[in-house]
């Protein structure tokens, strides 16, 4: 079974998506914050991350991804970012070229389930079973 | 700073093709703490000012070469808050009026006093300082309203994405046997959800409303004693629940202050509702008032879990929320303390905070007394 954590300082938002990913067959972990989240990280060396990236502390989600890229048993687990922000924030835009979300997916809140599980499945290989 | 006091290490230029002009507005300046360059002529001297960047520019209206009108148009492009102080022999209307057209901030006639030229420096450099703290204010203004604007769409948006992402998932996953029993707990926490944003969406209007001043322009003759029993007695059940005794000790007598009564309400219920929500079982909320020197001044006291000091100063910040365990159970919008600090500033008064962790918390607000000769009319 495949382990996905969910780090993200909303319960209700974590709770609903882990349920959903829970019920299509994932082991699924919550963190509420970014210290938790690498902490719970690199204990259970995940297989997928989702990471909400406007934590309580404005830029933690950030500093939490590129920690991450900077522990050498983490930085090949796949980070799928998740944010309610506005992309026409433009004080918020990243250059997907900046390096910091390097090969991982950014999602708006709130996501479309059906298109989160099966892209979560194409990064981990799973096919999908059918039924 | 006093507004008399020169501004230390300011830099003055002086342009004046006359040697004994330079050298005595040099002692002058220099006397009263200036850092002095002067220069023989306009090119020089408008070299010397992009070079020094100073705050005020004496310059002769009369010169062989560039003129005074033209130095005072160059300067300005250089810098358009560099203040000008004009000197001329040739002291008449006309020319006074077309420097200041120009953009001098005032002019000296020939021959002069030192104490004439300090008076003159010394002003303008406080109305150059007034305007760029006036930049500075409507700067800051400008970014207080954009982190405004920021905050209330994530605080919007988080309890909205919430619910939205429990519906979804309710509706994906149908009948599985995940969310049949979650299901109930799930409609419960939207609920809560959209109560606490219906919370925040009253209070951003209030203190909108409390902004757009014209509510808190009035002053009327506002009661306390009325104000603070309506408080209790509304708050009273959720008291009971909480075991938390409401006390009030206000003077003997008429105890009121001038101001709009509505607001007057809103700033003690917030206070009074917090008193509460932050108190403990078996704890109590004291309201006391004192009256001198004309000022009301108004203490609610709490006896409930604190505040820690590192958090005093964003305390009445919009959306600022302390983030402790203790006060993690409660919930709220981050905005009464704003608008508490709104109204009080508005009614011209103060409030502040003392607290002890584990120990409670005293908000003071001082108020304005209501005299009887003070109406709407005025």
């Known amino acids: 079974m495949k382990t996905i954590l969910i780090v993200d300082d909303d319960a209700d938002f974590a709770e609903a998506v882990a349920s959903y990913l829970r019920a299509n067959g994932f082991q699924v972990l919550e963190a509420r914050d970014g210290a938790e989240g690498l902490r719970t990280a690199r204990m259970t060396h995940p297989d997928l991350v989702i990471m909400d990236v406007v934590m309580s502390e404005r830029t933690e989600g950030f500093f939490t991804v590129q920690e991450m890229r900077r522990t050498a048993s983490l930085k090949d687990v796949p980070i799928f970012v998740v944010s309610s922000l506005y992309s026409q924030h433009p004080e918020f835009s990243i250059a997907p070229e900046s390096g910091w979300l390097a090969h991982d997916a950014f999602f708006s809140k709130p996501v479309d ?3 989160f599980l099966e892209q979560i499945r ?10 | 700073m006093a507004k008399d006091d020169p501004t230390p290490n300011e830099t003055i230029v002086v342009i004046d093709d ?4 330079r050298l005595s507005c040099r002692k002058i300046l220099e006397k009263s703490g200036f850092q002095v360059e002067t220069f023989e002529d306009g090119v020089q001297g408008l070299e010397g000012v992009a070079r020094l960047k100073p705050g005020l520019v004496v310059v002769d209206l009369k010169m062989p070469g560039m003129s005074g009108l033209e130095v005072i148009a160059r300067v300005h492009s250089i810098d358009p808050n560099i203040i000008l102080v004009v000197i001329t022999g040739y002291a008449t209307i006309d020319t006074a009026v077309e420097a200041m057209k120009s953009g001098a901030y005032d002019f000296l006639p020939k021959p002069f006093a030192p104490d004439e030229l300090r008076l003159i420096v010394n002003r303008g450099l406080e109305r150059r300082r007034l305007v760029l703290e006036g930049h500075r ?3 800051e203004r400008a970014l207080l309203k954009r982190r405004f604007v920021t905050f209330v769409s994530h605080q919007l948006q988080t309890p909205l994405v919430a619910v939205h992402q429990y519906l979804d998932v309710l509706k994906r996953l149908g009948d599985h046997p995940d969310v049949t029993v979650k299901r109930e707990e799930w409609i419960n926490r939207c609920l809560h959800r959209i109560e606490a944003m219906q919370v925040m969406v009253k209070e951003w209007l209030e203190l909108s409303a409390v902004e757009s001043e014209a509510l808190t322009r009035s002053r009327d003759e506002v009661n ?3 104000v603070i029993d309506d408080i209790f007695s509304a708050y009273q059940p959720q008291a009971e629940t909480e075991q938390v005794a409401l006390e009030s000790d206000l003077p003997e007598g008429t105890c009121a202050v001038a101001g709009d009564r509505h607001c007057v309400a809103v700033l003690f219920d917030n206070l009074v509702a917090n008193a509460i929500k932050y108190n403990r079982a078996g704890g109590k909320v004291t309201v006391a008032a004192e009256v ?3 000022e009301v001044t108004v203490s609610v006291a709490d006896t409930g879990i604190g505040i820690p000091e590192k958090y005093i100063p964003f305390l ?9 365990e203790a006060a993690r159970k409660t919930s709220g919008s981050g905005l009464g303390l704003a608008i508490c600090r709104r109204i009080v500033a508005e009614m011209g008064g103060s409030i502040v905070v003392e607290s002890k962790v584990n120990a409670g918390s005293v908000f003071r607000v001082s108020l304005p007394a209501w005299r009887q000769k003070e109406s709407n009319a005025a």
């Open chain 1, 113 to 115: 389930m059906v298109l």
């Open chain 1, 122 to 131: 194409q990064r981990l290989g799973i096919e999908e079973v059918a039924g």
């Open chain 2, 18 to 21: 006359d040697y004994a002009m």
């Open chain 2, 137 to 139: 204010f409507e700067v």
């Open chain 2, 224 to 226: 306390l004693r009325a």
């Open chain 2, 292 to 294: 001198r020197n004309g």
């Open chain 2, 316 to 324: 009445f910040d919009e959306f600022f929320r302390v983030k402790d």
